[in-house]
């Protein structure tokens, strides 16, 4: 069984700085592709960045510039690097696995404000 656990969420003022690091256990032959995720208050879940196994990146607009997904430890943890932060980035950030099975973290909240 697959598990994802999303950490390194917290406030921060406006231009500040985060990383969300995402640990995957079990076994994970190949994927897809992993991702990020967010979730704003009464809005839908929109795809931030991901990366295919072949390393390939996608982000959204919105954070283009600013965010870097990454993985690390034979793709067993994913990061986002978040820069520049604005109070409009402020949702509940998920983690994303995409193989035959769709795999999601619990989420981690993210706070920009000042």
């Known amino acids: 069984q697959v598990e994802l656990v999303e950490s390194g969420g917290g406030r921060v003022q406006p231009g500040g700085s985060l990383r969300l690091s995402c640990a995957a256990s079990?076994?994970?032959?190949?994927?897809?592709?992993m991702g990020w995720y967010r979730q704003a208050p009464g809005k839908q879940r929109e795809l931030v960045a991901s990366?295919?196994?072949?390393?390939?990146?996608n982000y959204a607009d919105s954070v283009k510039g600013r965010f870097t997904i990454s993985t690390a430890n034979a793709k067993k943890i994913l990061y986002l690097q978040m820069n520049s932060l604005k109070p409009e980035d402020t949702a509940v950030y998920y983690c994303n696995l995409n193989t035959v099975t769709d795999y999601w973290g619990p989420g981690t909240q993210v706070t920009v404000s000042s």
């Open positions: 990366i295919t196994g072949g390393g390939s990146t």
């Open positions: 079990g076994i994970i032959f190949s994927f897809n592709r």
